[in-house]
């Protein structure tokens, strides 16, 4: 005689199916809002079962939800006018001691490249005003000559009025995440995470301008030679060359190390022939 297992039955995965799709068609929907429709199909479930059944399936509640999709939308339709921006700081010791530098960067998300805008121990309003209006240059600006149209950035105090208001005599709106939503931030945030892994975390740095140098080296490197997995894990701007053989059809010639930041960053290359 077999078993019966204790407790409920599982809810059919149809009733299942279907209680995912009231939650991603409505995203303004919470749990008893989904049960009160489900009520109207004649499918009689607790907002306690929903709410199990949505979590589950890694469906977020309404509010977290209704954020996440509607940014998931903006992004995803003005991706080559949107620029993310933030900072992050290094410790480089002199002659004087340990002192902290802020690196302001931002990352182009239609094309995933990086500039580093300013490096400076004081991120004060003045330094803001002067980096906006050398990017936001018309001949010479780097906001300009991607074309951004919206500049993401966090709540932090050094993205001030003066710097907002650069930026919009400049044709570029300033688009603040709500507070605790980094995830909103997700391009920026994980270019520092790479920084971090790849290099900064394995130097140590005597004097700005050795940090400098790494990591103008690391930019370069990350915008020409880095493989990019958003982008079909090819370096950015990368064209197979039409009439390509298969690389296991190829004439295998020699290859190359080539290392960067120190021996900290690797790629490797054909050597011409």
């Not at 299942?16 to 991603?24: C, D, G, I, P």
């Not at 931030?185 to 140590?204: G, M, Q, S, Y």
């Not at 004439?251 to 900290?264: D, L, Q, Y």
């Amino acid at each position: 005689m077999q078993r019966v297992k204790a407790g409920r039955p599982r809810v059919a995965e149809e009733i299942e199916k279907l209680v995912v799709r009231l939650a991603t068609e409505n995203r303004l929907w919470g749990y008893l809002r989904i049960a009160g429709e489900l009520r109207k199909l004649d499918v009689q479930l607790s907002h306690r079962t929903v709410a199990a059944i949505l979590d589950r399936y890694g469906v977020k509640p309404a509010p977290q939800r209704s954020t996440d999709s509607s940014w998931r939308s903006f992004v995803a339709d003005h991706v080559d006018q949107l620029v993310a921006t933030d900072f992050f700081t290094v410790d480089v010791v002199g002659w004087l001691g340990k002192r902290t530098y802020d690196v302001l960067f931002a990352i182009h998300l239609g094309t995933r490249r990086v500039q580093v805008m300013g490096v400076t121990e004081h991120s004060n309003g003045d330094y803001m005003v002067q980096v906006a209006r050398e990017a936001t240059m018309p001949d010479t600006g780097w906001l300009k000559a991607v074309g951004a149209k919206y500049l993401i950035h966090d709540r932090d105090t050094k993205f001030c009025g003066r710097w907002k208001e650069i930026l919009k005599n400049a044709g570029i709106e300033p688009t603040a995440i709500p507070l605790s939503s980094p995830n909103l931030n997700a391009f920026a945030e994980r270019w520092v995470r790479t920084v971090k892994r790849e290099w900064f975390r394995r130097l140590w740095f005597i004097g700005y301008r050795g940090f400098g140098e790494v990591l103008n080296e690391y930019v370069a490197h990350y915008n020409a030679e880095r493989p990019h997995q958003g982008k079909g894990n090819r370096p950015l701007g990368f064209v197979d060359p039409p009439g390509q053989r298969p690389i296991a059809a190829r004439k295998r010639g020699k290859i190359r190390c080539v290392t960067r930041c120190r021996g900290a960053v690797r790629h490797y290359e054909h050597v011409a022939a």
